[in-house]
């Protein structure tokens, strides 16, 4: 009853605001009314009688504010005053709101855009039904994610945790649809696939586990919605027809939704095609070999009840099962689970690392924002003591006065958020249509568009950092004594005592140092990075891509082509060496392979000697790509199936399999399948799969002597072209002289090292990009913060500055009174972030190549960075404390 | 006029109640009959009443109409709901306690210790 009564009032006022104030504001009068009327009655005329009632009524501002608020509801109301009060006055001193508007938009604007890349790369899973229960097998404690296809049936058919296992892998193929043939990337499939995540087509059909029968038995195509539109103009007539893939007839079978871009959130394929077809598509099958583990990825759904831990379990003990059953292929069969998307932690673990901490440099960029509105918003408050004084006096009561300087602050901070935001989405969306490898890769997309939750985490930081620093004042509000402001003016607080705006200074000079040291880390990694010795020289150097199993070579004919390939392209001029390679060294990875001492009779996986980095070259290769011998010497064309099999392997190689580079000449070692291969040359260690990793052992063997010339990504062989003249010119030649060859065959020209750029060194360069993105913000927040109170603490102290100008102060003494305590701040705010900065950057070295915190250039750099901030900051306090007139200053007061 | 006390604070609120249980009252009214029970010995400064008056009603305890005063002005007239009268019953009978409890204790002797 009575909270229905309650309620009828909160309705009545809110929707009758105006009505309810007026009823009141008329029973109030009523009541001076009568009551004038009872003194008018006792003999007073009446006008004194009307006097005498409003006197006696009492204050009736204060009353007709209690009343209303008692009558309840004044929430909204209060608010919208407050609101129009806080406008009122960040309207008069538009310097202020502008620079914490900016400090708090960049901030909140990084916050944004660190998350919705995390969002959408971490948080969010795949865009398929029920991506909860979606989970990819990882294997071994170094949780790889490429299984052998034999062992993906054995654990699809044995498991009884998932609904059904799919495996797919990303290849790059040519597809001839009648007019010229272009590449395309698709996504091998087994034909469970769209089945098993719960896809359905847009048109046409999918193929299903019915439509496989051994190798090559389901000549199927599905197209991804985008292809189909590009390259298809949306003709729906498309299913049913033919096109030639690699020069093998396939059927286009349907389309798939829109919205289905594939199980891998980085790169959306052209279409997808049954695994079983492996040899039309990459040249060769393997789904037969368990020991070849390609990059055969396999997720599933979990089944309904069933824990991940259960299911580990359950993989677990089939993978015991296959060990035993397969010693000679298997070995360290344990799985785990994990997200798909990223090609399970293969991607997906260095993102999580990196973009976490990102994100906690990000969230330092807020933190050191808030100090510094904390601290402006402290001056402000003492600025504005006076009026706080009087409004304290009028009878507001305090938390009145605080509730409007709260609502300021988180007006502030979502005005700060809301142009963050946007910020965020205009450069998200940039990077959502950026192609970082339109080179190699048209296709890899960087999906970071923002969704719901990225706007509701730009909301709730900026009201958070909103009431975070607009509680800096509190005590300053809370402990304002009215009278004393009111009478002597401005509170002079006495003495040189530390105040919480100085602390918060320092602590967000320190924040922003941090920042400055780590992005001048990142940068010094990178171009030490760039600089360092691959073991190969990528400038001056042309990667040609000459895509042979897609132009329908076969095993045999691949070897004479390629030879053929490098003869042709020798003898353009201009050109010096030239040698072919299976895949490039720092190629998105490497292929790897274990050898064994030739000593060891049981060649178990366990009993390896090493698992080295394998590249099948062609004799020039060591010429082209400019690596040294250390000691032997090169193969030649006469190292082919006939001759004896023959390797050159790399220092690291033959310190672990033979003791030392020396003795490594001449020196034997076996492969898995028993082959012994004699070592002729002892070559540099470089980089191989990565530019951070530890030196690897890697050989590598004559192409002329490897059974086939296994696929790599888009092309089968790379030759590595040594060149001194415009590549342009070159490349040129290089391209008509190969279409002379073979008009048919697809081929691909790129500078090395900006393949490099786009590829092993992209990691870095994002990083260090991104640091140095967060570096900038930390030093103009800095700047933003020292500039604040340098500035105010020389406009609270221009009449002493005067006073001492008139005195006789020389120029050195007045900027030393001025700027004194505010520089001060400064070095001790740089020296603790520096110090912390150095610790943090420990972290950064996984990431950035090179990257050492303990460098004499970084250590200046950060020390001069500062100092240069500080001179900035201050430049303009300092003019102004410079030009004081005393005598203007004294005859004000 | 006798000598006038200040109110303790809740006071006003079981006042209020009291006087407007003895008819329907306006604001001013409401003060006039507290006047006239009290013997004009409670000091109310006017303008207090109407943040407890409107409080009380949006308790549910008055429920409040226009009309029209003796001397023909426009006033607001106050009148107990049944959870006002209720409240009245129960905040007499602890003031009473209250009342005896303290006269008590303050009437006490040291010979009744």
């Known amino acids: 009853m009575r909270a229905l009564a309650w309620f009828r009032c909160l309705i009545a006022k809110f929707f009758h605001r105006s009505e309810v104030a007026d009823d009141m504001e008329a029973e109030l009068r009523s009541h001076i009314q009568l009551r004038a009327d009872d003194l008018e009655r006792s003999g007073l005329d009446r006008a004194e009688a009307e006097r005498r009632a409003r006197i006696e009524f009492g204050g009736y501002e204060r009353y007709r504010q209690e009343s209303h608020e008692a009558l309840g509801g004044n929430f ?5 005053q407050d609101m129009r009060f806080s406008l009122r006055t960040l309207r008069k001193s538009p310097g202020f709101t502008l620079v914490a508007v900016f400090t708090l938009a960049l901030a909140i604007g990084a916050n944004a855009v660190v998350f919705s890349i995390m969002n959408a790369l971490i948080l969010r899973p795949l865009h ?10 990882e294997r071994g404690s170094d949780q790889a994610i490429n299984h052998s296809f034999p062992d993906y049936v054995d654990l699809r058919d044995r498991n009884r945790s998932f609904e059904d296992l799919v495996a797919y892998n990303v290849n790059g193929a040519a597809l001839d649809t009648g007019h010229n043939p272009t590449s395309a990337w698709l996504m091998e499939v087994t034909a469970n696939y769209f089945d098993a995540l719960g896809i359905r087509p847009y048109l046409g059909r999918f193929f299903h586990h019915s439509d496989e029968h051994g190798p090559n038995s389901a000549p199927y195509i599905v197209l991804r919605y985008a292809y189909w539109h590009s390259r298809f103009q949306n003709d729906r007539s498309v299913v049913g027809r033919v096109v030639q893939l690699n020069k093998h007839p396939f059927t286009i079978l349907g389309v798939a939704p829109r919205d289905f871009q594939g199980t891998l959130l980085f790169l959306a394929p052209d279409f997808w095609v049954p695994i079983v077809n492996q040899e039309q598509v990459e040249g060769l099958n ?24 259960q299911a580990v379990a359950d993989l677990n003990s089939i993978g015991s099962y296959l060990e035993k059953t397969y010693p000679k292929d298997d070995s360290h069969m344990t799985f785990s689970l994990t997200t798909p998307g990223l090609a399970g932690d293969w991607l997906g673990g260095l993102m999580r690392e990196f973009l976490t901490g990102l994100m906690l440099l990000a969230g330092l960029i807020l933190l050191a924002a808030c100090a510094n509105l904390g601290s402006l918003f402290a001056a402000r408050a003492s600025d504005r ?18 509730r409007q300087v709260f609502t300021e602050a988180v007006l502030i901070s979502l005005v700060g958020g809301a142009v963050g935001s946007a910020g965020s989405v205009v450069l998200l969306r940039g990077l959502s249509a950026w192609r970082p490898f339109s080179t190699v890769a048209p296709n890899m997309t960087v999906p970071v568009d923002p969704d719901a939750r990225v706007y509701l985490v730009a909301l709730v930081l900026a009201v958070a950092s909103g009431l975070l ?22 509170l002079r607080k006495g003495g040189r005592r530390i105040t919480v705006r100085d602390l918060l200074l320092v602590a967000q000079i320190s924040i922003c140092a941090v920042l400055v040291t780590s992005s001048m880390v990142a940068v010094r990694g990178l171009v030490r990075s760039l600089r360092s010795n691959f073991g190969f020289e990528p400038r001056n150097a042309m990667l040609v891509g000459a895509s042979l199993s897609t132009s329908g070579y076969s095993d045999e004919s691949v070897s004479a082509m390629q030879k053929h390939l490098i003869d042709t392209v020798q003898a353009v001029p201009g050109v010096k060496a030239v040698g072919s390679v299976d895949r490039p060294p720092l190629y998105f990875g490497a292929n790897t392979a274990i050898v064994f001492t030739d000593k060891t009779a049981d060649l178990r996986p366990s009993n390896a000697a090493a698992e080295a980095m394998l590249y099948n070259i062609s004799p020039g290769y060591f010429d082209a790509a400019r690596t040294a011998l250390l000691a032997g010497g090169y193969f030649t064309w006469h190292d082919d199936q006939g001759a004896p099999r023959v390797a050159v392997v790399n220092r690291e190689f033959a310190s672990r399999v033979f003791g030392s580079p020396t003795s490594a000449v001449g020196g034997i070692f076996k492969r898995a399948d028993g082959t012994r291969i004699e070592v002729i040359g002892v070559a540099e260690d470089g980089k191989y799969a990565s530019v951070t990793e530890a030196p690897q052992p890697a050989m590598f063997l004559p192409t002329m002597q490897s059974p086939y010339a296994r696929g790599t990504h888009m092309t089968d062989s790379t030759l590595v072209v040594r060149i001194d003249r415009d590549p342009q010119q070159i490349s040129a030649a290089i391209k008509s002289a190969l279409r002379e060859l073979d008009p048919g065959m697809p081929v691909t020209i790129q500078m090395w090292d900006k393949q490099l750029n786009d590829s092993a060194l992209f990691a870095s360069r994002m990083a260090t990009l991104a640091l140095g993105v967060l570096g900038l913000m930390g030093a103009v927040l800095s700047i933003t913060g020292i500039f604040g109170m340098a500035a105010y603490s020389v406009s609270k102290r221009l009449r002493e500055l005067g006073i001492r100008v008139a005195l006789g102060a020389q120029r050195a003494e007045v900027l030393q009174a001025a700027l004194g305590r505010p520089l001060r701040l400064l070095a001790l705010g740089s020296a603790a972030g520096l110090i912390l900065g150095l610790l943090a950057t420990r972290v950064l070295a996984y990431i950035v190549y090179g990257a050492t915190p303990r460098d004499p250039l970084v250590l200046a750099g950060v020390v001069l960075a500062m100092a240069l901030l500080g001179l900035v900051a201050t430049w303009i306090p300092a003019q102004r404390a410079l030009s004081v007139d005393p005598l203007i200053l004294l005859r004000e007061e | 006029m006798a000598e006038q006390a200040q109110l303790l604070p809740g006071t006003l609120d079981l006042l209020i109640l009291k006087a407007v249980s003895l008819g329907p009252l306006h604001g001013y009214g409401v003060l006039l009959r507290i006047g006239q029970i009290s013997d004009s010995a409670l000091l109310i400064e006017q303008g207090a009443l109407y943040p407890a008056l409107f409080r009380l009603v949006r308790q549910g305890l008055l429920k409040a109409s226009w009309g029209t005063s003796e001397n023909n002005r426009r006033a607001k007239f106050y009148e107990l709901t049944a959870a006002g009268r209720k409240r009245l019953r129960d905040e007499t009978e602890g003031w009473n306690r209250l009342a005896t409890a303290i006269a008590s204790a303050l009437a006490a002797q040291p010979e009744e210790i």
């Open chain 1, 469 to 490: 620093f607009g509680a800096v004042p509190v005590r300053q509000i809370l402990r304002t004594n009215p009278y004393e402001v009111v009478k002597s003016g401005l």
């Open chain 1, 76 to 80: 909204i109301e209060t608010f919208l």
């Open chain 1, 385 to 402: 003591s006076r009026e706080i004084a009087l409004r304290l006096a009028l009878g507001s009561s305090r938390r009145r006065i605080l």
């Open chain 1, 128 to 137: 398929v039904p029920h991506a909860e229960s979606l989970y990819a097998v």
């Open chain 1, 286 to 309: 393997v789904l037969n070999e368990r020991g070849n583990r390609g990059i055969i990825m396999v997720m599933g759904h979990l089944k309904r009840g069933v824990a991940p831990a």
